[in-house]
Nanobody
């Protein structure tokens, strides 16, 4: 069983920055893939960024060049540095991990004001 706890969301003005953190705990050795998803009101949940245990990353086109995903493998922690935030980035951001099954965090709200 894996528990994912997100932190770092909040309210920021357009052009600002936020850093999200997701810490995984439980009886785990090393998680393979971790990612951040987001869901805006009335929209489907979408992938924002993903990182593998080997450090390979991929990003949604809408965040390329602005967001950076990273991880601390020893701590099973993943980060999302979000710069140049836009109002359209407003959403609930969810941490995801795959460890023999899909695991999700509870979500953290990010609100970007114009």
């Amino acid at each position: 069983q894996v528990q994912l706890v997100e932190s770092g969301g909040g309210l920021v003005q357009a052009g600002g920055s936020l850093r999200l953190t997701c810490a995984a705990s439980g009886t785990i050795f090393r998680i393979n893939s971790m990612a951040w998803y987001r869901q805006a009101p009335g929209k489907e949940r979408e992938l924002v960024a993903r990182i593998t245990s080997g450090g390979s990353t991929n990003y949604a086109d809408s965040v390329k060049g602005r967001f950076t995903i990273s991880r601390d493998g020893a701590k099973n922690t993943v980060y999302l540095q979000m710069n140049s935030l836009k109002p359209e980035d407003t959403a609930v951001y969810y941490c995801y991990a795959f460890y023999y099954a899909d695991y999700w965090g509870q979500g953290t709200q990010v609100t970007v004001s114009s």
